[in-house]
């Protein structure tokens, strides 16, 4: 049996303001090619499928799509909420989904009802079966009360339901051997986050230990944008696209696990192609705009930290003419004076007059002194003033 891990799609998400549908789309049409490629029988999703409790319709259309697809291929779909998902809107029709493929796990009650699948005899000749179990993201202070937990916090109800879970393994393996796949939408101890994550510790300690997940023979961890290994059963298979320049030197892609009567025998890589490279720039902005290493830059989403003493004038407008898609700017100044200056509200008491005042704001909100042409500029819109109020 072959499962391809992946989490955290965010259908519908924004890249600092540009839409990223066209670079999900491009994710779907790899999805579905690799599945096919690679003779996929279960593609997982550990939440996190919309970016957003209420989906605009068209990302509603993409995810129809993508699973009418993945199911066309003859593969099944497990899906599980994550905390960006509205659990109840994401589980509509779940029931009448199933008959086609597509298992939804979004609510409390069922995530210790897996998906069954047969595996053949084991090395003892005793028949073998796949339970695949989906946990649903679960906010501490709202299912700790279903749960029986005493406190509302991430560790208790991940603890309660895994106990769930190994009970319902428990009983089948009296008549079966049991082989157990668990979705969970959580952060984990040991995994390193990247800036687009939302935080998971209101309502309690965020992460949860690993040995939560002790003797699930697969874990498909979903949250963190990264793909990582935690341990050789407990993994992240990250987000199949950047969505933050934290993210600029991921390989984006998923998990490949091959799984028999007898455990897992692979796990493999499998990569998502980028539409558009990320970078991330620092320097001086006449470096920036010169330095021929930063060719492969100009057609990239980049994020850029000038390190100018003084800011530069029309820095976002001069960058762009090399880098277009120039989406984040910042400011290091580097090799200034070292000479502490005086607190703004030090240097305006100071100030002889009110050109003085403006010229003061101008480089306190900027980090450059007015030049000549924007010192005569504000003198002659003082001049205005004064004209106007004496002529009242």
Not at 84 to 91: E, P, V
Not at 139 to 159: I, K
Not at 242 to 249: G, I, N, Q
Not at 335 to 360: E, F, H, K, M
Request: aromatic share 6%.
């Amino acid at each position: 049996m072959r499962l391809l891990h992946t989490s955290d799609w965010h259908l519908g998400r924004s890249f600092h303001g540009v839409g990223m549908l066209d670079a999900q789309r491009a994710f779907i049409d790899q999805l579905v090619a690799a599945v096919e490629r690679d003779n996929v029988d279960v593609v997982l999703i550990a939440g996190d499928v919309y970016d957003r409790a209420l989906p605009g319709v068209d990302v509603v259309h993409l995810l129809d799509d993508a699973l009418v697809r993945l199911t066309g291929t003859g593969a099944q779909v497990v899906l599980t909420s994550g905390n960006h998902d509205s659990a109840i809107r994401l589980g509509f029709a779940a029931r009448l989904l199933e008959r086609g493929g597509v298992h939804l796990r979004t609510k409390v009650e069922e995530l210790h009802h897996p998906l069954l699948l047969p595996l053949g005899p084991d090395q003892g000749g005793k028949e073998a079966v796949l339970a695949v179990y989906g946990i649903p993201w679960l906010e501490p202070r709202l299912v700790a009360d279903q749960l029986g937990t005493d406190t509302a916090s991430h560790f208790e109800v991940t603890r309660a339901a895994a106990a769930r879970i190994r009970a319902d393994i428990a009983q089948r393996a009296e008549s079966a051997t049991v082989q157990s796949v668990v979705l969970a939408h959580t952060f984990a101890s040991g995994g390193i986050s990247s800036d687009s994550e939302r935080d998971l510790s209101i309502g309690g300690v965020g992460a949860v230990p690993l040995d939560l997940f002790d003797g699930f023979s697969y874990t498909a961890l979903g949250h963190l944008h990264g793909r990582q290994t935690l341990s050789p059963s407990v993994r992240y298979s990250g987000s199949p696209v950047a969505y933050s320049f934290s993210e600029a030197t991921h390989q984006k892609g998923g998990w490949l696990v091959d799984i028999g009567a007898d455990g897992v025998t692979s796990v493999t890589e499998v990569h998502w192609e980028a539409p558009r490279s990320l970078a991330v720039l620092r320097g001086t902005l006449a470096d920036l705009l010169q330095d021929p290493s930063h060719e492969w830059a100009q057609t990239a989403y980049c994020q850029v930290t000038l390190t100018d003493a003084q800011r530069p004038a029309c820095a976002m407008e001069r960058l762009r003419a090399r880098f277009p898609d120039t989406l984040v700017l910042a400011f290091d100044p580097q090799g200034a004076a070292a000479t502490a200056q005086a607190s703004y509200s030090t240097r305006l008491a100071s100030a002889p007059d009110d050109l003085a005042v403006c010229c003061g704001f101008l480089e306190h909100a900027r980090g450059r002194a007015a030049d000549q042409a924007e010192k005569a500029a504000l003198a002659a819109a003082l001049d205005n003033v004064r004209l106007l109020e004496a002529s009242r």
